[in-house]
């Protein structure tokens, strides 16, 4: 049992909402931020340490990528989540999962819908992610077609299912906006990769919210020390490439010459990879603009 059992037993089977529909939850847990640390010392038992060692600790340990600690401690978690977005989730190998079987028992009756200022336009730079939204008077169009697909395809299933088709077969037309749920337990090393990538702003929205609220709501009260650790060196934290670091030094080298301390994109463009020059479109150009505005080397 991890030493923070009442925190443990508070949060278990208690249903954090996501979406309109969704949940997740805490079923068990293994270990704590204690775990971490004790695989990480091996030959120390409990409390040979004082908290502050465990915390500087945990943080060299993420900071330097040294993974095999975390996988000491395990999160098992229930969720309901739409089946597009699961499609998502269950793309990361590194779990136990067991879902909810629509061969064995009815679908859920339950599916996403989408609020009218919710309808979100296909980004222009980037073709699996989104920008911005569409008109409201549109939104409300398409939030009723939404809601008139999904209630046929619904009907259908149920007459279907009267009639006695077979589940397995009856469910083949039901839309991916249909709930499911699944249990997914996790070692807390891929877990920690698992919501780093789907909390980013890059993620898909719907999947970002069910990370971020099973990072915040659960992870971080389990393993406070973990979770401050993981936002210093991964959500929060910059990786640069050697282009990257070479850019900044002839950019800072640019700036020393001319008396300034902020760049601009004439600067950032006389100083860029020789690789990039010729391209016209340069993803990896755009990221390293993109980290020299928010280290405030250059004007955004």
């Keep these: 049992m991890p030493s923070n059992a009442a925190q443990v037993e508070q949060l278990r089977w208690k249903k954090v909402?996501?979406?309109?529909?969704?949940?997740?939850?805490?079923?068990?847990?293994?270990?704590?931020?204690?775990?971490?640390?004790?695989?990480?010392?091996?030959?120390?038992?409990?409390?040979?340490k004082q908290v502050s060692d465990d915390r500087g600790l945990i943080r060299y340990l993420l900071r330097h990528r040294h993974t095999?600690?975390?996988?000491?401690?395990?999160?098992?978690?229930?969720?309901?989540?739409?089946?597009?977005?699961?499609?998502?989730?269950?793309?990361?190998?590194?779990?136990?999962v067991n879902e909810y079987s629509t061969r064995y028992s009815?679908?859920?009756?339950?599916?996403?819908r989408t609020p009218a200022d919710e309808w979100r336009m296909q980004a222009e730079n980037n073709r699996q992610g989104s920008s911005g939204q569409l008109d409201r008077h549109v939104g409300d169009e398409l939030s009723l077609d939404e809601q008139r697909l999904q209630d046929e395809s619904r009907r259908i299933y149920e007459k279907r299912i009267g009639l006695g088709v077979a589940r397995e077969q009856a469910r083949k037309d039901l839309p991916l906006?249909?709930?499911?749920?699944?249990?997914?337990?996790?070692?807390?090393?891929?877990?920690?990769?698992?919501?780093?990538?789907?909390?980013?702003?890059?993620?898909?929205?719907?999947?970002?919210?069910?990370?971020?609220?099973m990072g915040e709501q659960i992870?971080?009260?389990?393993f406070p020390l973990v979770w401050e650790a993981f936002l210093d060196y991964r959500v929060h934290a910059?990786?640069?490439?050697?282009?990257?670091?070479?850019?900044i030094q002839r950019l800072m080298h640019r700036l020393h010459q001319h008396n300034r301390v902020v760049a601009t994109d004439d600067d950032f463009m006389a100083v860029q990879d020789p690789s990039w020059v010729e391209l016209k479109r340069c993803r990896e150009r755009d990221e390293c603009r993109a980290k020299l505005v928010t280290l405030g080397m250059l004007a955004g």
């Design 17 to 48: 909402s996501v979406l309109d529909d969704g949940f997740v939850c805490l079923v068990d847990v293994m270990g704590d931020d204690q775990a971490v640390v004790q695989a990480a010392r091996v030959s120390y038992g409990e409390g040979t």
């Design 68 to 96: 095999t600690p975390f996988e000491m401690a395990e999160i098992k978690f229930l969720v309901r989540v739409p089946m597009d977005t699961w499609r998502q989730w269950i793309r990361h190998r590194t779990a136990n």
């Design 106 to 112: 009815l679908a859920i009756d339950s599916a996403q």
């Design 177 to 213: 906006s249909t709930y499911t749920e699944a249990y997914w337990k996790v070692d807390l090393h891929n877990l920690l990769h698992f919501l780093a990538l789907r909390m980013d702003s890059h993620a898909q929205v719907e999947i970002r919210e069910y990370a971020t609220a």
């Design 219 to 222: 992870v971080k009260p389990l």
């Design 238 to 247: 910059m990786f640069l490439t050697r282009l990257d670091r070479e850019v």
